[in-house]
């Protein structure tokens, strides 16, 4: 948990007892990918990202090859090639829907609208946001996505100069932060590492 090089240690010993062309070792192989993106290392990222996203498609892992593609656009969106992220999204959303991921839809949708908002397309950014709450508020155990969502849903507000807006989406905030605080926040997330 939050150790990113411990995570790359385990999941490449973890490739050598799992079977290839398998979903098992299409989930190491993206995980790694996100391990080494939270690192800062792109390239060996992107490198088992396509890896996962290559032998997902070939065995007929749908959801996988969704999350890729999301997976994907966030070293895109990190080297400043929103569109290319945005098409990425678009796909990724596109299987989500096919295959009822709920989950993975909710963070397509709110990867797509941090990237309309870099792009400046908040007419956009405002349909996807909508779209991500829904779902987030659906389900009790999506409060830290919610929490991710009003955030851009403030950011939207203030780039459209909304700003009087703001009073019910940070009231909410406060509310999330502090029950995300007592559940799932730094405290016991370093409680669950002791």
């Not at 032998?55 to 070293?75: C, E, M, V, W």
């Not at 991921?101 to 405002?126: G, P």
């Not at 779209?131 to 780039?159: G, H």
């Amino acid at each position: 948990i939050g150790d990113d090089s411990e995570a790359i240690a385990y999941l490449k010993k973890a490739q050598e007892y799992t079977k290839p062309n398998t979903s098992e070792y299409a989930a190491i192989l993206d995980n790694l990918g996100m391990s080494y993106f939270r690192k800062g290392d792109l390239k060996n990222a992107e490198k088992n990202i396509r890896q996962s996203s290559t032998l997902s498609k070939s065995i007929g892992d749908q959801l996988r090859y969704a999350k890729t593609l999301g997976n994907l656009a966030q070293i895109y969106e990190r080297n400043k090639d929103h569109k290319t992220a945005i098409q990425l999204v678009l796909e990724d959303i596109r299987i989500s829907k096919e295959t009822k991921s709920e989950k993975n839809l909710m963070y397509a949708y709110t990867l797509l609208t941090r990237l309309y908002i870099a792009n400046s397309q908040l007419d956009e950014a405002k349909v996807t946001v909508k779209k991500a709450c829904e779902i987030a508020t659906s389900k009790s155990y999506f409060k830290i996505n919610e929490l991710d969502i009003l955030k851009l849903r403030l950011t939207i507000l203030q780039n459209e100069s909304r700003e009087h807006e703001e009073l019910g989406i940070r009231r909410r905030i406060e509310i999330l932060e502090d029950s995300l605080n007592k559940t799932d926040g730094v405290l016991p997330l370093n409680q669950a590492n002791w």
